[in-house]
């Protein structure tokens, strides 16, 4: 038996490695793909385009005004000096946040009574505008607790010794910077495998199906068992080559910690392999042409990457579409890549997903395994 | 170049992809699943977030600061732990997405007229999240401070003014910050990339392959009447795929439709232009189905993924990356597209995009033809 697995084998790698196009496929196109999504990937905001209109030409508004120029979120372009400058702009998308300061401003803030300032977001990216409110409202609150401080003050000095107040200590563990990047690349390894083991795996036994060879394999001793065996072995050989790969240029080139062990993520990276590897033969054994192996492959890769919490949070999602992502294998191994990425956790956490993994890896497999032989009788 | 000729070539392709059970899910149903998978998966709009609390105080006022976050909609109280072990373990273990640690002197720090620290300590793995959370956070904390400090003051006779400042944010084309409204509209990119290119060279590729496409040269056709026979049945099935999408869009998810409806049938054709002669293009040039639709996906899907400012803002990538935007088609679809649905931007501020896009379209059916042709000879 192991002589006839390392026929196959041998006869499998040959056949990958020969095709030029291949390597470059399984070795050059994840590192592209990595280094593309490492750099464009990002939901960060710094320098919004911002315009200021000052109507109020007050000590105060060129404080709120000086406290946007020297914060690195916003790039304050422009000083109008008319409304109508507004519209124009933010139409044309060449800004994307207004400050608009009304006359009376200080007049306002003098009396003790609450000062408005006018902003205007272009909301088009949703998220960019919620964010960039975020740090809007965060300079209003820091300049209204320094006026307030200044008012105290004049009022009468002792006052200000004896004020309490409560302050917010943040502290944002793990990626303290709040860098997108730190949070993405991790989750582009598992990614990039997935689509790379699923589409290959899928394409390899169809492939032989296509052109007629699967007839010519199955007339030789070969069982049927060692024929998957031989077929996903190699699959799973590069998929672990390439997970390695990825995670090592990521890692380097990205410069993104690494806090936990080597031994986890492969644990874990072993286990989603396998579960990949599933649902590539799944994939095969309902595919007639490559086309349709390529095209129902697609149909898997889109909603497995778009709900598993890589971009987006899982928990904002709709409750019944939360509950179908516990099916999704790459949910579980993003825990684990930016458990052992970022967290620096090792088994006592990640067990739960570790565990998952290999359910659905077990469960796939055998489906696959089964329907594969029928689909050979 | 015969009308009848082409349409015979046209009405062969026609036929071949309503026979194929696959290609025709593909063209009617993934552009469905496409829109729904992004309208109902991608929600960045974060509320109700896990957090779990250690108030080493357990006074009145540790209750109130608690209650306040209680009431907001972002926060959600999970759970109360007795010890700062649990807390970590929480995040660790992604639990709790914040921990806040109210310190055993809060009141009495307070009462002391004393500045009292609140810790919150975030799981910023995911950067975007915790960026929001700290936000809301801030607020919170802020406006317990403030209140403390009024009533302190009142306390102590003097004359309490209310909050000096409030920003009065309006927020432009997108009112409700609503995350389906940002994202579904690009969507309509991703569709044309994977029906113009990703289907159109698998299926071309397979000609080459099986060597179909040789038996139709050799009949009196030319390559012309072939190249348009081939392409002119995937162009109309984009077309009404976009406006299927659009509908959806509308109707579904309430995204606006601000712009005219011509704008987006001329942006589509062009773009559509684009795709198709790049999925030719590759067709002519790999001659193998898993090359040709493998640098499909990569030359078009995932520029339009990743690069088009679809998700991602192109502002906030490094400056190389900006550039080379530029010379990306999908980049001026997706802001016309953007335009269109949420803007409502006149004719004259789409001609910034619309002019590139109909270059590229131009540029790119000349290279297909081209190469066609040169391939013949």
Known sequence: ?377 | MSFTRFLAVAKKEMVQVLRDSRSLIIVIIMPVILVLLFGYGVNLDLKHLPIYVYDRDGSQQSQDLLKRFQASDYFEIVRVVNSYRDLTRAIDDGHAKMGIVIPWDFSQRLRDGRPAQVQALVDATDDNTANVLIGYAQAVVQGYSSDVQIDWLRDHGQVAHPAPVIVETRTWYNEDLDSSAFIVPGVLALVMSVIGAFLTSLTIAREWERGTMEQLISTPVSPLEIMFGKLVPYFVIGMIDVIVCALIALSWFHVPFRGSFLTLLFSSAMFMIVVLSMGFFLSVIAKNQLAASQLALLTTFLPAFLLSGFLYEIEQMPVVLQWITGILPARYYVSVLKKIFLKGSPATLLYADLVPLAIFAFVLALLATHSFQKKLT
């Open chain 1, 1 to 377: 038996m192991l002589t006839r697995l390392k026929q196959m084998l041998i006869k499998e790698f040959i056949q990958v490695f020969r095709d030029k196009r291949a390597r470059f496929l399984l070795f050059v196109t994840p590192i592209i793909q990595m280094l593309i999504f490492g750099y464009a990937a990002t939901f960060e905001v710094h320098n919004v385009a911002t315009v200021v209109l000052d109507l109020d030409h007050s000590q105060e508004s060129r404080d709120v005004i000086s406290r946007f120029t020297s914060s690195p979120y916003f790039d304050v372009q422009h000083q109008l000096t008319d409304s109508r400058q507004i519209e124009d702009l933010i139409d044309r998308g060449k800004a994307t946040v207004a400050l608009q300061i009304n006359p009376g401003f200080a007049e306002n803030l003098r009396k003790g009574q609450t000062a408005p300032l006018q902003v205007i977001v272009d909301a088009t990216n949703s998220n960019t505008a919620l964010i960039a409110s975020g740090y809007i409202n965060q300079i209003a609150i820091g300049f209204a607790k320094d006026y307030q401080q200044d008012r105290i003050n004049r009022i009468s000095p002792q006052l200000t010794e004896r004020i309490p107040s409560v302050e917010l200590e943040q502290r944002p563990w793990y990626n303290p910077d709040l860098r997108s990047r730190w949070f993405f690349v991790p989750g582009i390894v598992g990614t990039l495998t997935l689509v790379l083991v699923v589409q290959l795996t899928a394409f390899a036994v169809v492939r032989e199906r296509e052109i007629g060879t699967l007839e010519q394999i199955m007339v030789t001793p070969i069982r049927s068992g060692e024929f998957i065996l031989g077929k996903t072995l190699p699959f799973f050989l590069i998929g672990l080559f390439d997970v390695s790969l990825i995670a090592v240029v990521g890692t380097l080139w990205f410069q993104v910690p690494f806090r936990g062990q080597v031994s986890v993520l492969f644990t874990g990276a072993i286990l989603f392999l396998l579960c990949m590897l599933g649902v590539g033969l799944l994939i095969s054994t309902v595919s007639a042409t490559q086309q349709q192996a390529m095209v129902t492959a697609f149909f898997f890769l889109m909603p497995a990457v778009t709900f598993s919490g890589f971009a987006f949070p899982i928990s904002t999602m709709p409750q019944w579409l939360q509950d179908l992502t516990y099916a999704n294998p790459l949910r579980y191994f993003l825990v684990v890549l930016r458990g052992s990425y970022l967290k620096g956790v090792g088994m006592d956490i990640l067990w739960p997903q570790m565990l998952a993994m290999a359910g659905l890896g077990a469960a796939l497999l055998v489906t696959a395994v089964l329907r594969f032989r029928k689909a050979i009788d």
